[in-house]
């Protein structure tokens, strides 16, 4: 593993913490350019001005480059060589942003947070601002995660609690409210992990039935106890789907639904 010798600026130090391109910003772009340095010297065989038989190639110039991270937005001086390409490990090609931001992002929008939100965060915390479309836009690569997760191969789960959560989604230029269907397992040694997650239409017995094929196709096996609400095409495909496994009604569900039928006065909450 190559060392390398950072020179620090005394003025920088004194300003380390003070925040912005003026601290730690500017102390790492001032780390960063003295590391590209170091490197443009040893694929050369040369540093500046240095004249070595070993030498294999000469200088062109810096080219400036500009990485958005999470200590602000960074312009490195990036070496350029006359007779080939320079190559860096810090960042790869046609790269924007600091790869530890881009995650921040993408976790910022898996727990909830709007893109709208996501930019004003940017904008405060990190000195520039990333519109709607860029930030949507980083957040495709989630898409390949959440399918390897969605599709990884199953094993036997004993028990299962099954429900669906409606939520907003954009479809044909237009919101509409899409059903998620989710499945929580839990190992025979008691650990609790979801085996899928599908968007429907409604929570018909069909969609129900095509989620639980989905699933045993992918190896789900084993079945013996689930836990639901009483939809009743929730409850037909279980039964359709797991024969022989034991249904229980929902308690959290059942609890719920006896509330609504109770007067305000007898310990019914308002609907908020």
């Not at 954009?170 to 839990?186: F, K, P, Q, T």
């Not at 609790?192 to 997650?197: K, N």
Request: proline share 3%.
């Amino acid at each position: 593993m190559a060392e390398y010798e950072v020179k620090v600026n005394e003025a920088l130090l004194s300003n380390l913490l003070s925040g912005g391109k003026e601290g730690l910003g500017e102390r790492v772009e001032s780390v960063l350019n003295q590391v590209l340095e170091v490197q443009a010297g040893e694929q050369l065989g040369a540093g500046r001005y240095e004249r070595r038989e070993e030498r294999t190639g000469y200088r062109n110039g810096y080219r400036a480059r500009h990485l958005y991270s999470r200590v602000g937005p960074l312009t490195l001086r990036v070496p350029q060589f006359r007779d080939g390409a320079f190559s860096t490990e810090i960042f790869q090609r046609y790269q924007r942003s600091e790869q530890g931001l881009v995650l921040a992002l993408m976790e910022m929008v898996v727990n909830g947070v709007s893109t709208r939100k996501v930019t004003k965060i940017t904008g405060e915390l990190c000195g520039t601002a990333f519109s709607k479309s860029t930030v949507s836009r980083l957040c495709v690569a989630l898409d390949t995660r959440v399918r390897a997760f969605n599709e990884r191969p199953l094993e036997r789960f004993p028990f299962l609690l099954i429900d669906a959560l409606y939520v907003k989604a954009r479809e044909d230029e237009r919101i509409v409210s899409r059903a998620g269907l989710l499945v929580s397992g839990i190992h025979a040694e008691g650990y609790r992990e979801v085996p899928g997650l599908r968007m429907g239409d409604s929570e018909s017995e069909g969609f129900w039935r095509d989620m639980f094929d989905w699933l045993k196709g992918r190896g789900l096996h084993g079945v013996a106890f689930v836990v639901s609400d009483e939809h009743k095409g929730l409850v037909g495909a279980v039964r359709r789907c797991f024969q022989g496994a034991v249904w229980q009604r929902c308690q959290v569900h059942f609890g719920r639904n006896v509330l609504s039928h109770t007067p305000l006065k007898r310990g019914r909450r308002p609907t908020p």
